[in-house]
């Protein structure tokens, strides 16, 4: 048990104490002292002595902690060498920092969170939906912001092939701790089937897993946090309405006239639900060709006629772009790989009024782990 007023738990000699406490888990973004992880450190002649709990025996962080730990350790004045003795948390123990961190965020996007909550939604599939979230999520992280992405696009899950991993979250008892990929936090429906299968789920099964990847994920504090749609208005808009209706929702669509009909069906779910239609979103606009022309492969007008019809802006043109299409298939996203690519630049154009239309956490929230 911390005390509040001495935040150095009882094991930790003073003149480690502020050092160690700084090391954070990268993975629940506490610091270990925080989190019971070092239950013991002395200074014994020059020697710093420390116990380091790990959460789980494969925890995929353990040897950057470790490292992180000696580093803090050995710059105390007066520490000559560094011992740590690496040991995993008993399952009591362990049990224990999950009931805490759940204690400390009962429901982490309740109707009362500071997260900004971002469903990504298109009427039809192809439509480079997931391509803009993906670069999207990186964009908002190069601007300062803690961003999670949920890839709830159960036929055609991309997200972490487009930001270049195939981690799979780590398990510490019931909870689930997301990889990170570009500085963005994810889950996949993807990560939880073998291999490359397609996955068959019916209603309730999409249902448990998206409330499981709201509850038992342990996100931390996240500004933003998107989710990349399944196309069309099937049961995973309809889950995901009920279960956050105070969600957002941005409508991707392509520049065909024809292409609104299909992207106000999109937006349609949204409304029935209670969630709000953020904008629209035209991605594969024209191509800018060499002689200065402009190659309207798929028409123009479309993002615009959405817009009208649903009555929410038109935040963002994002052109064809030969680079986006190999930063995608590379896992290296384009708003980072290649930021000056007119596609990179829209998508940064997107990311910069997201975050000023509306105020965005920015901020810890308070919790106590004791
Ligand atoms: N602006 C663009 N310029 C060039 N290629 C693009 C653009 N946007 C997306 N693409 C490419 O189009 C293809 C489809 O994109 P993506 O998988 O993101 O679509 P989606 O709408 O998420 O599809 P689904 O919902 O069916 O999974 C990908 O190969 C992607 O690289």
């Known amino acids: 048990m911390i005390d509040a007023s001495d935040p150095r738990p009882a094991g930790i000699d003073p003149a480690l104490a502020a050092a160690l406490g700084t090391v954070v888990d990268p993975e629940i973004r506490r610091p270990l002292v925080e989190l019971d992880m070092i239950p013991s450190a002395t200074l014994d ?3 710093a002595r420390i116990r380091l709990e790990l959460t ?3 925890c995929p962080a353990a040897d950057r902690i470790q490292d992180d730990v000696r580093l803090a350790a050995g710059a105390v004045p007066g520490v000559e060498a560094v011992e740590v003795e690496v040991g995993v948390m008993d399952p ?8 805490r961190l759940r204690g ?6 309740g109707p009362g969170t500071l997260t900004r909550i971002v469903a990504v939604a298109s009427g039809k599939g192809g439509v480079g939906k997931s391509t803009v979230t993906a670069n999207l999520a990186v964009a908002l992280a190069a601007r300062g912001l803690s961003v999670g992405v949920i890839d709830a696009d159960v036929h055609g899950y991309s997200i972490p092939a487009l930001l270049g991993t195939d981690a799979r979250p780590t398990r510490v008892g019931d909870m689930m701790m997301p990889p990170e990929a570009h500085g963005v936090r994810l889950v996949s429906i993807g990560m939880f089937v073998e291999g490359n299968r397609s996955v068959s789920w019916r209603g309730p099964m999409l249902h448990r897993t998206l409330q499981q990847f709201l ?18 208005t099937g049961d995973v808009a309809i889950s995901l309405g009920q279960l956050l209706p105070h969600a ?8 065909q006239r024809a292409a609104a009909d299909v992207a106000e069906r999109a937006a349609e779910v949204a409304d029935q ?29 479309g993002g615009e006629e959405a817009a009208r019809r649903l009555g929410v802006p038109l935040l963002a043109r994002i052109p064809l772009s030969v680079a986006l299409r190999e930063g995608g298939d590379a896992g290296a996203p384009v708003v980072s790989g290649e930021p000056t690519d ?29």
């Not at 009591?92 to 009931?99: C, D, F, H, K, S």
């Not at 400390?104 to 996007?109: C, G, I, K, L």
């Not at 038992?216 to 504090?221: A, L, R, S």
């Not at 953020?278 to 309207?296: R, S």
């Open 92 to 99: 009591a123990a362990r049990q224990a920092l999950v009931e």
């Open 215 to 232: 509850a038992d994920v342990w996100w931390g504090d996240l500004d933003v946090l998107l989710i990349d749609m399944p196309p069309g």
């Open 342 to 370: 007119p596609a990179a630049v829209a998508i940064a154009g997107l990311a910069a009024s997201l975050r000023g239309s509306r105020p965005i956490a920015g901020r810890s929230l308070p919790i106590s782990l004791a």
């Open 56 to 58: 789980v025996a494969a």
């Open 104 to 109: 400390s965020r009962p429901q982490q996007f």
């Open 45 to 47: 002649g020059g020697v």
């Open 248 to 255: 957002e929702v941005l409508v991707v669509t392509t520049p």
């Open 273 to 301: 639900t209670g969630q709000t239609v953020l904008g629209v979103v035209e991605n594969m606009a024209g191509l800018a060709q060499p002689d200065g022309t402009v190659l309207e492969l798929f028409g123009a007008g």
